[in-house]
C-alpha cells in the first residue's frame, strides 16, 4: 500500500516492547469525541496507474504551445546538467542544513550560489533564496523598512502587477502607505518618482527591465533617493543582467526578484526561486537563511548557517523574517545553471535574447496597423500597439499553437490595444516568422 | 573541497547555448545601460561541473542515504514516481492560464490544483483550501492576513495573537509581520499549553490563538477542542499549524475539533523531498465564514465540470505570483492519491508506532521528561548526561560518526538539553534497532569515554565548525 516496511510479525514485536496490545492503543490519549468523523478519500494505487492520470492530466498541460509570452517567467534553454544534478537524491532528500558536518554539500553550494548572485547583481551580501519574486520584493520592502525606520514605500506600476499584488499584501499590516506611480510610455515616470520622495519615504521599488520590457538606468534615481535617506529596491531579471548594467553599478542598495529564469523549469507556477542582494553593511537586516564561511577545530575551511539569531527559531516575533522553509533546491540549480554557461557563455545567452527580440520587433512592426510602442531600449520583451483589442487576437491564435504575448487590458486597463511580446533564445527565427504571419492573417483577413 | 570558482580557468566554456539564426545586433545595445563587467562566473568544462557537484552532493547525508530523525520536520520517504510525474509539467507556462481562452489549453494542471484542495479538504475537515503559499510559514502568514481580514469586516481590530512556549518560532513570527503582538502561554507540568494561564490571557482583544497539535513535545493535547471553544467565545479565531498532522491522518481531523483556519506542509506530511531546505508547499484550509477572504485567484470548477482561474477580489490579494509550488502540489497530489484512505491511515499508525518503539526503548538510558503515549515523535532530554559535561550536541554530533543524521537537538524550547526523535512510518524496525543500539552506546560513553563524544564527529569532511568566528567574519560570498 504505502511505504511502511513492517511486517505483522515486527509489529507484535514493538507493540511488546511498548507495552501495549494493540497500535489504535497507542492512540487513546485522543478523546473519543474528537475523533474524525469522515475520511473519505478512494482506495490506493499502485504507480502504474497513478503514472496513467499522471500522463492524461499533463496532456492537457499547454506544454504543445509556443510560448511569446513571460510575465516574469521565461521559457529559457535549460541544460541536461542542471536536471541531473540536481536529481541528486543527497542533494534534493537533504533538508536544511542544521548540522553542517553533515551538510557541507548543500551549505557549500549555497556559498557557491550567495557568490554568484551577488556577482550577477552587483551587489555584495545575499542570503539562501526566498520563496519567489513578489515575495522577495515584499522582503526587500520589510528590510528598507527595518533599515530606515520608515513605513512609507514608493512603487512604480511599471513593477510586475503580481508581484505589486503580492508587496501591497505583505505590507498592509505594517505600512503607512504604499504610494503607486504610474508609468510613462511604457518606462518609469523619473520625474514622478523623484517627486513623490520624501524624508518619509523607506524605499523607492522599481524594476529593470520593467513588465512592458523597457530597459533603464536608474543611477541618477538612486541618487536622489539617497539625498532623502531612502533606498533604491531594483527588482532584476537574472537572464537580462548578461548585458543589462547591474543594480550595483546603479547604485542600488537592494536587489531582489525571480530566479526561474536560472535554470528552473516553468512547471505551472513553481517552485521556482526569489532572491535577494544587498550591500554589507545591511546584511544584518536580510531575511532568511545566510551561509558563511568558518573552519573547524583543525583549520579546515567549511560552511555554516549563519547570523541565526535573526531568524524565527530564535528570535520568534523579533525575528527579520517569518521565512523558514526557502527555496534551496531551485537556488541550486540557478548556481548549477551560471557555472554550467559560465561567464562567457551567459554573456552569450543574454546577447542572444536581445537580438531574437530585437529580429521579432522588426518583423511584427513591420505588419500594418502594428507598432512597437516602448519609447526607449528593450531586452527580451516589448509592448506591440495593435489595431484593434489584443485579448481577441491573442485568443484567436492559440488554436494555432501560439501565445502571441500577454494582453496588457487586464492590469492596466487603458492600455486594451497592446500586448507584451517576449522572444527567448529558444524562439527560432521560423517560430517568430510564423507568429508575424498569424498575426498579419488575424489582424487583416 | 575548492570552490566551483576555484576550479576556474579564464577562456574555458562549459555547455553551448542555442545557435544564432537571426542577424547579430547585439553591438546596438546603448553603452549606457550595459553593464560594465561581466558577472564573473565560474569558466569550467562540463564534467569538471559535473563532478563538482557530484561530488559536493556526497558530502550531504540524506534520507536517501541515511535514517534522518529530525524531529518536527517528517522526514519520510520521497517516492521516486513522484518525480517523474511532476516532470511531465515541466514545460507548462502558468501564463497560458491567464490568456483570453488559456483556461482549455491547461485543464490538466487546473484539475490537479482544485483536485488537491479537495483532498486536503476532506482530510484536515476544512471546507477550503488554497494552495498557494509557498512554505509552511508562509502558511501560517496566510492564515493570519485571513483571521485579519474575518475580524477587519466585522469592524474589530483585534491587537493579540497567542501562541504556546512551545511553538515552532515561526507561529509567533508570521503572526508579527501580520501585524499582531504576541502573547506567549507557558507550557503545563502535563505537557501542553497551562489551560488557566490562557483562559487568562483570553479577552476581546485577542484574534486567534496558534495550536500545534501534536505539539512540539509529540503528545496530543486531551483539552484542544475546550482551547477552542474558549477562542470561539471571546469572538477569537483558532490556528492550526500542520507541522504535525503525520500523527493523525484518518484519526482526527483539525476542521472536527474546532480549528478556523491551518496549514499543512506537503514537504513533511504528504511525501515531498525537501531539497536541502525548500522548496515545501504550505496549503492553507479554511472553514466556511473565511472563504471569503482566500488569495486570488481560485481555481474553480464549473457546472460543465471545466476548470477555470477567477479572481477574488474580495481576498487578501495575492500572497505569490502564481498557483503556488505547483511541482511539489503534483508530488502530494500522486502521495494521497496513490496511498488512498487506508494508506495513510497506515501513514499515522506507523509512524505513532515506530516514535513510541524508539521511546520505550531508550527510556532507560535518557530522561524523558514527559513519560507518557507519545504521537510521530517523542522528545527526551540529556540532562542526565549534561551533569557529566556531555550534551544534546555531543551526542547528535556521535551519532553522525555512527551514519545517523542526528534529531532536532535544543527544540522544542521548553525542555533543557532536548533531542527530538522523530522517526516517520518509512523506517523499519531494523533501522530503528541500529539507532537504538547506538544511541544506548552514546549514553554509555558518556559515563565511560566521554572524550569520544566531545571529539564527535571525526568521519566527516570538516569537524566541528566555528559559528562564532562564522558571524564575525561575515564571508558570505566568495571575494
Redesign the interface.
Known sequence: MGYSPNTPEEIREMLAAIGAGSVEELFSSIPRELRAKSFDLPPGLSEFELMGIMREKASTGGCGITPFIGGGLYDHFIPAAVDHLSSRAEFYTAYTPYQPECSQGTLQALFEYQTAICRLTGMEASNASLYDGGTAVAEAALMAFRITGRHQVVLDESVNPFYREVVRGYLASVAEQVVEVAPLGYGSDFDMLSGTVTGETAAIIVQNPNFFGTVEDFAALAEKAHQHGALLIVCSYPVALGLVKSPGEMGADIAAGEGQSLGNHLSFGGPYFGFITTLKKYIRNLPGRIVGETIDKDGQRGYVLTLQAREQHIKRQKATSNICSNQSLCALRGMIFTAALGRKGFEELAALNYDKAEYARGVLSAIDGVSVINAGTTFNEFVLSLPKPAAPVVERLLPFGVAAGLPLGSYYPEMENTLVVTVTEKRTKTEIDRLASLLQEALWS | ?E???EKSVPG???????V???????G???A?????E???????S?LD??R???N???????????F?P?GS?T?????K?M????A???????????????E??????L??VWELER?LA??T?MDEVTTQP?????G??TGI?LI?AYHKARGQKRKYVIVPDSS???N????????Y??VTIPTAPYGDMDLDAYRAAMNDQVAAVMMTCPNTLG??N?Y??EICRIAHEAGALTYYDGANLNA?L????PG??GFDVIHVNL?KTF?T?????????GPVGVRAGLIPYL??PRVVKKDDGSFAVEAHPEG?????????????M?RAF?Y????????????S??A???A??L???LKEEYDLPFD??CMHECVFSAARQAKEGIHAIDI??YL?DRGF??P?VY?PLNVKEAIMIEPT?????QTLDSFIAVMIEAARCAKESPQELKDA?IT????????T???R??????E
Open positions: 573541497m570552490l566551483i570558482y574555458r566554456t562549459g555547455v553551448r547555448i542555442p544564432a539564426d537571426i542577424p547579430r545586433t547585439t546596438g545595445f546603448p549606457g545601460l550595459r553593464r560594465f561581466p558577472a564573473a562566473f565560474p569558466e569550467v562540463e561541473l559535473v563538482h557537484y557530484t559536493l552532493s556526497r558530502r550531504n547525508f540524506s534520507v536517501d542515504t541515511n534522518y529530525l520536520c522526514m519520510k520517504y520521497n517516492a514516481v518525480e517523474n510525474a511532476a511531465l509539467f515541466a514545460g507548462c507556462h502558468p501564463v497560458v492560464a491567464l490568456l483570453p481562452g488559456g482549455k489549453l491547461v485543464q490538466g494542471p484539475s490537479l483532498q476532506e482530510i475537515g509557498l512554505a509552511g510559514a508562509h501560517e502568514m492576513m485579519a515552532h518560532g515561526t509567533p513570527a508570521s503572526a508579527a509581520m501580520a501585524g503582538e504576541i503528545l496530543f486531551p484542544i477542542a493523525i484518518g484519526k482526527v481531523r472536527d475539533v514537504h511525501g523531498p525537501h531539497g536541502g531546505g525548500g522548496p515545501g508547499s488569495p486570488t487578501i490579494g495575492r500572497v505569490s505570483d502564481f498557483f503556488g509550488n505547483f511541482g511539489i503534483v500522486g494521497i492519491t496513490l496511498l488512498g484512505r487506508e494508506g495513510l491511515i497506515e501513514v499508525e506507523q505513532v508506532l515506530n513510541n518503539y521511546m520505550a526503548r507518557q503515549t547528535a554530533k553522525i543524521h542526528p532536532t527544540f512510518e518509512t523506517e523499519s524496525k564527529p566527516t569532511p570538516v569537524g566541528r565548525l566555528d559559528e568566528r562564522a558571524a567574519a561575515l564571508q558570505v560570498c566568495c
